[in-house]
């Protein structure tokens, strides 16, 4: 199945939900609830594009609705 399959089956908002979920899980799965994590999501190829992210909180806070 392609991404653009994928993006039409769903709303665009739910499918990046979604990916940021399963990002945020992935990277810091073995990371205790209580100790403080940050996200930074940058594009190395073109400067302009803005840098989105959530700031630093506890683990336990980290959710797509934050980033």
Do not use: H, W
Request: contains cysteine; aromatic residues 8%.
């Amino acid at each position: 199945m392609k991404f653009n399959s994928l993006v039409e089956e769903q709303n665009p908002g739910t499918y990046l939900k979604g990916c940021v979920t399963a990002l945020t899980d992935y990277l810091v799965d073995d990371v205790p609830g209580r100790d403080f994590v940050g996200l930074r999501i940058s594009n190395p190829e073109n400067v302009e594009d803005k840098v989105f992210g959530s700031s630093f909180r506890r683990r336990d806070q980290l959710k797509p609705d934050v980033v």
